[in-house]
């Protein structure tokens, strides 16, 4: 059985990895023209990294389906 200390850890690492992917994302993609939409979201992002913030997991789950 898993501790709730050690879920929060797992869970802590996913988010760690899911502001990651969106830096890097970001870094790889070809630069294109961004949306409103698209720009609020990605400098939402950065804020978030450079925070340290992250999202929960069923936060994760909702938006990845």
């Not at 501790?3 to 294109?32: A, F, G």
């Not at 609020?40 to 789950?61: C, D, M, P, S």
Request: charged share 40%; net charge neutral; no cysteine.
């Amino acid at each position: 059985m898993v501790s709730k200390n050690q879920l929060k850890l797992v869970l802590d690492k996913l988010d760690t990895v899911r502001l990651e992917l969106l830096r890097l994302r970001t870094m790889l993609l070809p630069e294109e023209k961004l949306s409103k939409e698209e720009a609020r979201k990605l400098e939402e992002a950065r804020k978030e990294i450079t925070q340290g913030l992250g999202i929960n997991i069923e936060e994760l789950v909702k938006e990845l389906g």
